[in-house]
DNA sequence: GCCGTTTTCGGCCCGACTGTTTTCAGTCG
């Protein structure tokens, strides 16, 4: 059992537990549990066999170090099975119902018998809600309405698609009269590969302008809230905007506030109140001061909050970037003074994975030799598609040996200037094999190994076949080492640590995939790769010219895994990165 | 349930908004 599956049943155990009107404080232990296995790079099931100590992790206490060893030597929790006796895991559904949270969803259960949406959805129309104690005629309205948006897809948006979305939110209201400041802060801010809502910060000393603006946004469907410094609202496809309003001198406080993560600032605030001092989203405050009293930052005992280093240097930290704000390293890294200098779209010196319309990209060799120059780019690697991929049209040997040739004499046009590589994206197929000649492959400048087949192997079977691509002598890299899709289709079954430092042992590189459609690598293998030594290939994955502005996706998704400019290869000469494959890191 | 460079007991981040209320609980971020 791996990291991420305990995590998970820790966070059921917790779930049904507050469903149950636990003490609140026991439910964060287990979550706090949770993410700390989740985020680290030693596997627990490891740990348990070697009988180290776990409650040596901060975190992990008696109790869930018993549940982890449990877990991983017979496969249950006692414990949760008792409770799913008692509480049907059905009833998790409910807590996805916006206004809906564990207290009220609990009567419901307790006094309706409320197992799922489904019973939930009848109860309402027949007005059983409404006669409880505690819900009266808005809020089964207001549940009712939650209902419709918990069934529709309830995804979370990918984070281009975020950006798309902020992108018209700016344009409509950077114009909005006397508006002095407008960012946007959540886990778009941070990054994430996916992000549940959009938060928008203004400065301005007319509140009600800007939230007219925001309410006339021409995607608006409905207005969920508007308070006098909040609001927010639901679009058309049913993502959530907040809005809030603060003053100029909040500012800071509050993009520190509004772009989290939540853990980040727990933790945040845990060390101001050890320097006596309070952080909320108005500044930071002596505990005790006039103004603490009455969160009015023009009084006495406001200490900072304009700027959100200022935020961060009220309690003797630098300012830490909002890539990295997860409470996962970079408190340490700030405490030893080694915060990182993240990697940049600008330290990207070539693009080593791409397709043309050899197979199934949409433009020529030379099109995309192009659009890299206008990128700035000094090589880039044609990587199309081996024969297994008979849907893309992939390459066999002959049609490969001659898109080599034509590589060649392109090569000797540019000069200098710029380097194709006569490169291939080759299959791993579903016994293992490599899908071109060992002979063919030897003459290649780059091999990329991947797997497009035989992804419901078991995971033993897919760790094998890329292992065993790994210590294939003509294997540069593996691409896309999860196969993930998002908000598509799950990861594969792959035992990554096996795959980290099988990549040290040979010198391998893995692939973080800059694809906004796959972004894979995540942030958390990202960080277990450099954490082992293991160099980064960031890619595009183009099938297009237009493809290759992904590098910035990309970018975000390493800087989120406190990657560095060394620690990925193609921020190197071609020369250098030649030299580098195969040599164990 | 977990933790400790004031603590092995006593605290655990913090505030806005809404609805059902006579002063606050629940939900959300």
């Known amino acids: 059992m791996d990291n991420a599956k305990i995590a998970q049943q820790l966070e059921n155990l917790a779930s049904l537990l507050e469903f149950q009107g636990a003490n609140p404080f026991r439910l964060k232990a287990y979550r706090t549990g949770a993410q700390v296995i989740r985020d680290s790079a030693q596997s627990i099931a490891d740990a348990v066999a070697s009988h180290e100590d776990l409650t040596a992790w901060v975190g992990v206490g008696k109790s869930v170090a018993q549940k982890c060893i449990e877990l991983v030597q017979t496969g249950t929790m006692q414990q949760l099975v008792e409770i799913q006796k008692e509480v049907p895991p059905t009833v998790l559904d409910l807590l996805r119902v916006p206004n809906l949270g564990p207290k009220k969803a609990a009567v419901l259960f307790k006094e309706l018998q409320i197992e799922n949406l489904e019973q939930l959805k009848r109860a309402c129309q027949q007005n059983e809600v409404q006669k409880l104690k505690g819900f009266a005629a808005k809020t089964q309205q207001a549940i009712l309405d939650g209902i419709a948006i918990a069934e529709q897809a309830n995804q979370r948006m990918r984070w281009d698609q975020a950006d798309q979305v902020v992108d018209a939110l700016r344009m409509h209201l950077q114009d909005v009269p006397m508006l002095k400041r407008l960012e946007f802060a959540g886990s778009y801010r941070r990054g994430k590969e996916t992000v549940g809502d959009i938060d928008i910060l203004v400065v301005s000393d007319d509140h009600t302008i800007v939230m007219d603006r925001l309410g006339s946004f021409p995607d608006l469907a409905s207005t969920i809230v508007r308070g006098g410094t909040k609001m927010s609202i639901r679009l058309e496809n049913g993502f959530q905007v907040d809005l809030r309003v603060v003053p100029e001198i909040s500012f800071g406080a509050a993009l520190q506030y509004f772009t989290g993560s939540q853990t980040h600032n727990v933790e945040l605030r845990h060390r101001a109140k050890q320097q006596n001092l309070k952080i909320n989203e108005w500044g930071v405050f002596q505990i005790g001061s006039p103004a603490e009293l009455e969160n009015n930052p023009s009084l006495d005992g406001w200490v900072a909050g304009k700027e959100e280093q200022d935020v961060y240097q009220s309690v003797s930290l630098p300012w830490i970037d909002p890539h990295l704000r997860e409470n996962r390293e970079e408190f340490a890294w700030a405490d030893a003074d080694q915060l990182p200098k993240l990697l940049e779209l600008e330290d990207i010196r070539g693009d080593l994975h791409m397709h043309s319309t050899a197979t199934d990209g949409k433009n020529t060799i030379r099109e995309m030799i192009q659009a890299a120059q206008a990128l700035g780019l000094q090589y880039i690697a044609i990587t199309d598609h081996s024969q297994r991929v008979a849907v893309a049209g992939g390459l066999d040997e002959t049609r490969l040996l001659k898109q080599w040739k034509e590589i060649d004499i392109l090569n000797a046009e540019l000069g200098t200037q710029f380097t194709v590589l006569k490169s291939i994206e080759c299959d791993i197929r579903e016994n293992g ?97 450099r954490q082992a030594g293991v160099r980064i290939v960031i890619s595009t994955d183009a099938h297009s010219t237009d493809g290759l502005a992904s590098m910035r996706y990309g970018i975000i998704q390493a800087r989120r895994a406190g990657l560095t400019q060394q620690h990925v290869v193609n921020t190197r000469s071609w020369p250098e990165i030649k030299a580098m494959i195969g040599v164990p890191s």
């Open 433 to 529: 094999d490599m899908d071109l000649s060992d002979d063919v492959l030897a003459e290649a400048d780059w091999v990329m190994a991947s797997i497009h087949f035989g992804i419901k192997q078991s995971r033993q079977e897919i760790t094998d076949r890329i292992l065993g691509a790994i210590e294939h002598p003509s294997v540069s890299a593996i691409s896309h080492p999860t196969g993930r899709l998002l908000n598509r289709r799950p990861a594969y079954e792959v035992d990554m640590a096996a795959v980290i430092s099988h990549a040290k042992k040979y010198g391998k590189f893995l692939e973080l995939n800059a694809s906004s459609k796959r972004l894979d690598l995540n942030d958390i293998h990202l960080t277990h790769a």
